[in-house]
């Protein structure tokens, strides 16, 4: 027995009887629940103060109704207004209670917090009073002596009675909101001034969430509108000074009033990136730092005990327009379908289990080599949807045996292969390993789809496959020419599984991109390291890019004349990474060049300057969904292309650099390795040079790639 049950034991002593314990046994049963009736009783005492509340707050409404229907006749008819009219007014009296007992409980006036009146309880106090008064009308018609009260006294009594219900709700609000002033002046001094940016409703409930703040860090100083339409008005006190064009004019004005902001506050959502990356050069040249308010629901809900501005995400400078989705078509590809998701841990894995786990499937399977990624997105999943069937497996997509198992197993409807290795430099200098993953990976995962009659099976692929000058970007492309061949041939062969391939560019944020590399630097103090100058990517948002692969999934799977076809994801305009580092660099309130160096240290193996979302020999045509666009197929002789990835496969495994390259080259023409000139001794036998910048092999002495 534990020591918890050995607690509440009553030991009996050898020959007292067993009814001499019942006393102990009811001290220990207190003792052991005591604590649970403390909670108990302070659970009914607050019920019972609500209850209270609540009986006192209808009780006032009544009263308050009586009172101005009282008002509402003396105001009519004067001062002897009881004259003759006694009897009826008593009687209106008790018609206009009865009425309000009923109005007021069905309109639940007495629920609401006076302390956090707000205009929705204003429109129900007004609709309240006017119901009261429209059933009271065909009262009046129906009753022959309340004919001596004129009927114009209801036009009055609406007035008062508002007053009366209302005053007493805004006096509430303002007590408990009113500050000492000393206390204000006080204070103000230690405060963070800011300049908002935005005049719509988020700007007004974050000036109303700092007034109700008693230990407020901010205060505002002023507001800039986008478009100068209430210029000169206020919000809350708080005065529109001008444009978003006239912001250095107005700091100077501020400034000479002693109010000069430290921040410049972002209060609309709608603002686009450049005119985010305006704001932010402004600030920075004013010495001010960019930030946000919070969320709407935050700031409505109270989530937080004081309010607080939070910094602009790296995402609000280089987004787009998200893509209207069609989340219908997206939602009757997954719903009640068993998907199999490879690289599940990785970033791209990770938030289709996520996005595909909101649509309701009858089982998701979880797949990965890497075990904390594995653990991580498990935990997260069961937390997010505990109710969903899942599986996790940790496999290797080169085990062929393995993957027919587990496709054998789960027989999934849907599969998305997210597995990859997809870090240029890593790749480069481990190309076999490359290979392998991405090229006989890929290849087992499609055969086992096609073999166990998968419905569609979705590669995720990259940019870096058009006009590749790595081995990565190479042997996704590859991956590509596969899917699309075998896709081409399913109404020749008799198979029914679209093998669906999705394009697109970086993502913000994922493994070993360089948005986590500047966060690392700038917060060891820099510098932030640059490959080159004029170095330019396609960036988006890991949310963003997964669901335009679901959308573009749903317009695949259900298509049969788009075989073979790439869906390629809109990326926007290439961002300059020198300008992506200066703007982080920003952000951190920190000035470039001089807080912060950028060090420019020359493209590494395999990069090059700029991405290509299409190949030139691709056909690029529309497809009913914005953001998503087709490429033409592009595939070599299908013979040809199974026979040279026989051969890749196996020069890989046997680790023979020299025949792998030279087949990529075959089935890839397009592939230009950057010059090269000998590798380190020692890398065919899995010794890894350092990741600046080594690559090929011949004579075993080690050179520097040259750009």
């Given at each position: ?10 030991t ?6 067993a ?6 046994c ?6 052991r ?19 209270r509340?609540?009986q006192?707050?209808f ?15 003396y105001?009519?008819m004067?001062?002897?207004f ?9 009687d209106?009296?008790?018609f ?27 429109m ?14 065909p009262?009046?018609?129906l ?10 006294v ?11 219900l ?8 303002m007590v ?13 001094y ?5 300049l ?10 974050f ?12 205060r505002?100083v002023?507001i ?11 919000i ?21 009033g ?9 209060t ?5 990136s ?5 704001l ?6 004013l ?10 629901t935050?700031?409505?809900a109270?989530?937080t ?46 938030e ?15 797949m ?11 935990m997260?999943l069961?937390?997010?949807h ?6 996790t497996?940790?496999?290797d ?12 197993r789960?027989?999934?409807d ?13 790749v480069?200098?481990n190309?076999c ?6 090229v ?6 499609v055969?086992?789809?096609?073999e ?13 496959a058009?006009?590749?000058t ?5 042997t ?8 699309q ?5 399913g ?7 679209r ?11 994922s493994?070993?991109s360089v ?8 917060a ?10 004029e170095v ?46 200066t703007?982080?660099i ?7 060049g001089k ?5 420019y240290?020359?493209?590494r ?19 009913e969904?914005s953001?998503?666009l ?5 595939v070599?002789?299908h ?18 650099v020299?025949r792998a ?19 380190p001794?020692g890398?065919e036998?899995g ?6 910048g080594?690559?090929?092999?011949e004579?075993?002495r080690?050179m520097?790639?040259?750009?």
């Open positions: 027995m534990n020591s918890a049950n050995r607690r509440d034991e009553v009996v002593e050898p020959g007292r009887s009814w001499t314990a019942v006393p102990a009811l001290r220990k049963l207190t003792r629940f005591a604590p649970r009736q403390a909670v108990g009783s302070a659970v009914m005492s607050s019920a019972r103060s609500g209850a509340r609540m006192l707050a009780l006032h409404d009544l009263l308050m109704a009586g009172c101005a229907f009282v008002a509402a006749v105001l009519k004067g001062v002897g009881l004259e003759g009219t006694r009897g009826a007014v008593l209106a009296l008790l206009i209670g009865v009425i309000a007992a009923g109005v007021f409980y069905v309109m639940r006036l007495h629920r609401s917090f006076w302390c956090y009146i707000s205009l929705q309880d204003m129900s106090i007004a609709k309240a009073v006017t119901l009261l008064n429209l059933i009271f009308v009262v009046w018609v009753t022959p002596d309340l004919s001596r009260i004129p009927l114009s209801l036009v009055i009594n609406w007035l008062v009675l508002f007053a009366l209302a005053g007493p709700r805004l006096i509430a609000r408990t909101q009113r500050q000492p002033a000393r206390m204000v002046d006080r204070r103000r230690r405060q963070i001034p800011l908002l940016v935005g005049t719509g409703d988020n700007t007004e409930l000036l109303r969430a700092l007034n109700r703040d008693a230990a407020a860090l901010y505002v002023g800039v509108d986008e478009m100068g339409a209430y210029l000169r008005g206020s809350h006190g708080v005065e529109v000074l001008g444009r978003i064009d006239e912001i250095k004019a107005v700091v100077e004005r501020l400034d000479a002693g109010n000069r902001p430290q921040r410049l506050v972002v609309e959502d709608g603002l686009s450049a005119a985010m990356r305006s932010l050069d402004e600030a920075a040249a010495g001010m730092t960019l930030n946000r308010t919070p969320k709407m935050e700031l409505t109270g989530v005990d004081h309010v607080e501005v939070k910094p602009v995400a790296i995402e609000d400078l280089l987004g787009r327009p998200e893509a209207l989705l069609d989340r219908a078509s997206m939602a009757e590809m997954i719903q009640g379908s068993r998907v199999l998701i490879t690289g599940a841990g990785g970033t791209i894995g990770s289709l289990v996520r996005q595909i786990s909101d649509f309701d499937p009858a089982h998701i399977v979880l990965d080599n890497a075990e904390l990624h594995l653990y991580e997105i498990d997260e069961s937390l997010r505990p109710a969903l069937p899942r599986s497996v940790m496999a997509v080169r085990d062929s045996v393995r993957v027919r198992e587990i496709m054998s789960h027989t999934p849907l599969v998305f292969h997210a597995a990859a290795m997809k870090h240029v430099p890593m480069e200098m190309p390993e490359g290979m392998l993953t991405n006989l990976g890929t290849r087992n995962v055969d086992a789809s096609v166990h009659g998968v419905k569609a099976m979705v590669l995720i692929s990259t940019d870096k058009v006009n590749p790595n081995v990565m970007g190479t996704k492309r590859i991956a590509e020419s596969y899917c061949s075998l896709d081409m041939r109404a020749e062969t008799g198979c029914d599984t093998l669906l391939t999705v394009r697109f560019g970086n993502v913000l944020g493994t070993g948005v986590p590399l500047f966060q690392r630097q700038l060891a103090g820099g510098p932030i390291t640059v490959t080159d100058p330019t990517r396609y960036f988006m948002t890991v949310s963003e890019a997964v669901g335009l692969v679901l959308q573009a999934s749903a317009l695949g799977s259900r298509s049969s004349d788009r075989k073979g076809t790439i869906f390629v994801l809109e990326m926007g305009e290439p961002v300059r990474i020198r300008d992506l580092a703007q982080m920003r952000l951190a309130g920190r000035v470039p807080d912060i160096e950028i060090v240290t020359g493209l193996p395999g990069e090059k300057l700029y991405e290509e979302p299409l190949h030139e020999s691709e056909e690029l045509r529309p497809t969904t953001g998503i087709l490429a033409a197929p592009r070599p002789d013979q040809m292309l199974m026979r040279l990835i026989d051969e890749l496969i196996v020069s890989a495994l046997n680790r023979d020299e390259m030279t087949l990529l080259r075959q089935i890839v023409p397009e592939f230009q390795p950057p010059a090269t000139r000998p590798l001794a890398e036998a010794i890894v040079p350092s990741l600046v080594t690559y090929g092999t004579d075993g080690p520097r790639t040259v750009h």
